[in-house]
């Protein structure tokens, strides 16, 4: 497993540049703010849905990660099956700590 994935999102949290949860990414990228889409592996197909319905047509990343909501939740402090991150860099390094480097949906599971 990629610890340092796990490592970076609670470094993103910390930063204020994650949104966690349903409802706030949807409006985090309902606005423009959110580069990157992180669901957990174990994300339940109705938040998936909703949320990627909610990002159709705008430019935002979507990777599905090989950790469960536990192991994200441990690592960022909160419960999170779908998080957003706001910050192209962070979101650049998570790409490419989770094998993606062009977006493409990676399921790692």
Same mark, same amino acid.
């Given at each position: ?8 999102? %609670?470094? @993103?949290?910390? $930063?204020? /540049?994650?949104?966690?949860? @349903? ?7 309902? +606005?423009?703010?959110?580069? &990157?889409?992180?669901?957990? @592996?174990?994300?339940?197909?109705? !938040?998936?849905? !909703? ?6 047509? $705008?430019?935002? /990343?979507?990777? !599905? ?11 960022? +402090?909160?419960? #999170?099956?779908?998080? +957003?991150? #706001?910050?192209? +860099?962070? $979101?650049?390094?998570? &790409?490419?700590?989770?094998?993606? =480097?062009? %977006?493409?949906? #990676? =399921?790692? #599971?």
């Amino acid at each position: 497993m990629n610890d340092r994935l796990l490592s970076l999102l %609670g470094l @993103c949290r910390r $930063a204020g /540049k994650l949104v966690i949860g @349903c409802d706030p990414v949807i409006e985090a990228a309902g +606005g423009g703010q959110v580069s &990157l889409l992180i669901f957990a @592996c174990d994300a339940s197909e109705n !938040t998936k849905k !909703t949320v990627l319905k909610s990002v159709s047509g $705008a430019d935002v /990343k979507i990777i !599905t990660v090989a950790y469960n909501k536990d192991d994200i939740s441990n690592s960022i +402090g909160k419960a #999170c099956a779908v998080a +957003g991150v #706001c910050d192209e +860099g962070f $979101a650049k390094k998570l &790409l490419k700590l989770s094998g993606e =480097n062009d %977006g493409e949906e #990676c =399921n790692l #599971c």
